[in-house]
């Protein structure tokens, strides 16, 4: 069993003043695979101290200086990638697949804030006066334990571009991974104070982050409820916040497009990351007089997505995160059930041979109605509703029709016509025929799925207060 008992904070590894446990357990086959001890409000003060102090001479750092952190961060994690790999499929329940490509990808948050530094104008000038863009000061990072590696990453990787020093907590739920990302962290040897860690409750360390006079910002992902609970704390010392939340993302496939193509993109892009995916496209909008075509279709890939241990190159579909999200989704089945959907594949229960573990069936609804629950909340498990449409215009309406607008996808075998329809989506990203990401380019939503953006310049730019210096 493994012991996590330490936590990081001004370049040490020190054992946490908080006393309370929280075991660690493979979501696979529930057995318990460690514990952590969980620090509290005193490790988060030292934390943020240690954070203030080293703000002093990490924000007067050069761009050049910041390149050569960002290169020593991104050597020091991709020495690590087997290591999160190996530790994600444990803990996580990430399937070989997801957890190769997530880590693959790694350095990439480096990369490009690297290249945003290489042409970032801080100071600039308007008519006799100067305007400065310097670091904000101390942020706090606040990430979900299905993207915990990457959202670490990334979020710390703009930080230090704008010359800001971090606090971080991570889910405790991701504890083995934080422990590697740590000890790389370290390894990479920049200054003192300038990114602690700090695991605990969100109700303990979370709380004391989002409060704590000298925090000056905080950049969270996670669920909207959280985020606006988030919000409503920082609101009293008036913090700058990044807000990535939730998503129940569309889908919308035009009459052009051709069907045997994109519904099997769409059904497999629907259980990215076994389905705890934020952007996952979990809404699919399909022509109505087609609907029997994409119906077939989607059953048939369905019953060939293959849910089995993460481990295995196989697997399509891991387990979920906790029997709690298991049950989550399962509450969620049943409810599309009783609204009357009709159950195209998958359903109740769990996938034989896979009774010990989270393990959730491979599940699409069809003949769903944009108003039932399974197509308004975000379910954060394998389950895709199709919902039909009758002409264009009632599939943007639909699209919209939501408390969220995160991502969205569009497929047309006429990419000016798919591009015309992107630009009246509510969604901070639409991708159009396929799934794409860059790291330069903005990434944020729309309503209810978050406040501000990251990546890239326009990620950059929250990092920074804007001061005018008249002459």
């Not at 952190?69 to 020091?76: D, E, F, G, P, S």
């Not at 699919?284 to 089995?308: F, H, M, R, W, Y």
Request: proline residues 4%; aromatic residues 8%; hydrophobic residues 40%.
């Amino acid at each position: 069993m493994k012991n996590v008992n330490k936590i990081y904070i001004n370049g040490e590894f020190v054992m946490p003043h908080g006393t309370e446990i929280f075991d660690l357990i493979n979501p696979a086959n529930n057995i318990k695979i460690g514990e952590v001890i969980l620090a509290d409000e005193t490790d988060a003060k030292k934390a943020i101290e240690a954070a203030k102090t080293a703000f002093i001479s990490f924000s007067k750092s050069t761009a050049n200086e910041r390149i050569d952190y960002l290169t020593r961060l991104k050597t020091a994690v991709e020495k690590r990638k087997q290591d999160f790999i190996e530790t994600m499929i444990e803990e996580y329940g990430g399937t070989y697949q997801f957890v190769t490509m997530s880590n693959g990808h790694t350095g990439a948050w480096f990369d490009s804030m690297i290249e945003v530094l290489k042409k970032f104008e801080f100071e600039r000038t308007i008519n006799s006066s100067t305007v400065r863009l310097q670091p904000v000061g101390v942020v706090a990072i606040i990430t979900p334990w299905n993207a915990s590696n990457s959202s670490i990453a990334s979020k710390v990787a703009t930080a230090i571009a704008a010359g800001c020093t971090v606090v971080i907590k991570p889910s405790e739920m991701s504890s083995l991974q934080t422990q590697v990302l740590m000890e790389a962290f370290h390894d990479a040897g920049l200054p003192k104070g300038v990114i602690n860690f700090v695991t605990g409750l969100g109700n303990v360390v979370g709380a004391e982050l989002t409060t704590h006079p000298d925090i000056a910002k905080i950049s969270f992902t996670g669920s909207t409820a959280v985020g606006k609970s988030i919000a409503k704390n920082a609101s009293e010392t008036m913090k700058r916040l990044t807000l990535e939340l939730g998503g129940k993302s569309p889908n919308i496939i035009l009459d052009d497009a051709d069907l045997d193509q994109v519904i099997p993109v769409a059904v497999y892009g629907a259980y990215m990351n076994s389905g705890q995916a934020c952007i996952a496209p979990t809404r699919l909008l399909v022509p109505q007089e087609k609907l029997d075509e994409v119906n077939a279709i989607a059953k048939s890939v369905a019953e060939k997505i293959i849910v089995g241990l993460p481990q295995n190159e196989s697997t399509n579909v891991g387990p979920m995160v906790s029997i709690k999200q298991f049950e989550k989704v399962q509450h969620y089945i049943k409810t599309g059930i009783e609204e009357g959907a009709t159950l195209l594949a998958g359903g109740l229960g769990k996938p034989e041979r896979l009774e010990a573990g989270n393990f959730v069936k491979a599940t699409v609804f069809t003949n769903v109605r944009n108003d039932m629950k399974i197509a308004q909340e975000e379910i954060f498990g394998p389950v895709l509703s199709i919902i039909p449409y009758k002409i264009e215009e009632d599939a943007i309406r639909i699209a919209n029709d939501t408390p969220y607008g995160l991502a969205a996808y569009i497929s047309s075998a006429d990419n000016e016509r798919a591009a015309r329809v992107a630009e009246k989506i509510d969604a901070g990203r639409v991708c159009i025929n396929g799934f794409r990401h860059d790291p330069m380019v903005p990434f944020g939503g729309f309503k209810q799925s978050g406040m501000g953006r990251e990546y890239g310049e326009y990620g950059l730019e929250p990092y920074l207060e804007i001061k005018a210096i008249l002459k």
